[in-house]
């Protein structure tokens, strides 16, 4: 996370075994934290008895920082098993931004991150092409390019891991970057790796969708961002939308419709995760829009 001043709300997630109480216990504790509501969403998986909720606070008290928050929550976390996270609501989420030949994703988050509507920051951009390298530059970006060859892939890979952990990055985008991950990487990246499949999944995975589309002859295209794992294209869905398409297109035109789609559904899946408004459910997410 980039460092900001110090604020006052905080996002607070967490889910756990479902049982009478945890409300009540997540109350207490800011009632004796001196911490407000600001809002409070919360889902109950009843297929699998799992309980998730985000709540964002405000600590009206200064003697209850994110720290002290973190230190005193732990107790009420351990008595109901939570997995739980409190972050700073202002803290902006460092993002390493992964491309490879086509740059309308990665133009479409960077531009929305200049707008202001995407709390985003983007300290490196890395390709396995040349190609993205003027898109960064453009944007005041900087760009660092990675080939990646069928016996350097570990290298590369671990490059890269390098610079996660050089930068401090919190969340790593694959905006229509076409490599996969090894396992190894998954496991480093694991929730917090996101890819844009173009692709309404579970149809069409892996690679070439859209002439996979065609040869099917669609009525509708998609595209779909979710968590990277090693199974391809099978992550933990985030975000979905599609756009009507006919028989007179074909694959190439597909995928000049399916553009649009696909830097929407990114950018907004990117959103809900800097915003921790989605949280994984066994394979599946709870998106707290
Ligand atoms: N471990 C994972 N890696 C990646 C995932 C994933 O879900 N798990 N998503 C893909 C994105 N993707 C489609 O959205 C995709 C990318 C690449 C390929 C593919 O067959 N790549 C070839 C090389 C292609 C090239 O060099 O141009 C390969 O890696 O052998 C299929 C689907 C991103 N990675």
Same mark, same amino acid.
Request: hydrophobic content about 40%; proline content about 0%.
């Given at each position: 996370m980039t460092t900001s001043t110090p604020g006052r709300d905080f996002i607070l997630t967490l889910d756990c075994p479902d049982r009478p109480g945890i409300v009540h216990a997540v109350t207490e504790f800011l009632v004796a934290h001196d911490a407000n509501i600001v809002q409070c969403q919360q889902f109950d998986d009843r297929q699998n008895g799992r309980f998730f909720m985000r709540m %964002?606070?405000?600590?009206?008290?200064?003697?209850?920082?994110?720290?002290?928050?973190?230190?005193?929550?732990?107790?009420?976390?351990?008595?109901?098993?939570?997995?739980w996270r409190l972050v700073d609501a202002a803290?902006?989420?460092?993002?390493?931004?992964?491309?490879?030949?086509?740059?309308?994703?990665?133009?479409?988050?960077?531009?929305?991150?200049?707008?202001?509507?995407?709390d985003i920051d983007v300290p490196l951009v890395v390709s396995n092409h040349p190609d993205a390298a003027g898109m960064a530059a453009a944007h005041g970006v900087e760009f660092r390019h990675i080939p990646v060859t069928p016996d350097g892939k570990e290298e590369a890979e671990a490059e890269l891991l390098r610079l996660v952990d050089d930068l401090r990055i919190d969340l790593v985008v694959l905006a229509r970057y076409m490599q996969i991950l090894s396992p190894e990487l998954c496991k480093s990246l694991e929730g917090r790796a996101i890819n844009i499949h173009h692709s309404f999944l579970p149809s069409f995975k892996g690679a070439g969708p859209y002439g996979q589309a065609h040869a099917r002859g669609v009525k509708l295209i998609g595209a779909t961002a979710h968590y990277v794992t090693p199974d391809l294209d099978e992550g933990p869905i985030i975000e979905q939308d599609v756009a009507r398409v006919d028989h007179s297109m074909d694959p190439a035109r597909l995928a000049a419709?399916?553009?649009?789609?696909?830097?929407?559904?990114?950018?907004?899946?990117?959103?809900? %995760?800097?915003?921790?408004?989605?949280?994984?459910? %066994?394979?599946?997410?709870?998106?707290?829009?």
């Open positions: %964002h606070l405000e600590s009206l008290n200064s003697a209850y920082g994110k720290d002290a928050l973190i230190q005193g929550f732990g107790r009420t976390a351990e008595a109901y098993s939570m997995n803290e902006r989420t460092r993002t390493l931004i992964l491309v490879s030949k086509y740059e309308h994703c990665l133009n479409d988050l960077l531009f929305r991150r200049r707008l202001g509507t995407l419709i399916g553009r649009d789609v696909e830097s929407q559904v990114l950018a907004r899946a990117v959103r809900w %995760h800097c915003a921790s408004r989605v949280l994984l459910n %066994h394979g599946r997410t709870v998106v707290f829009g």
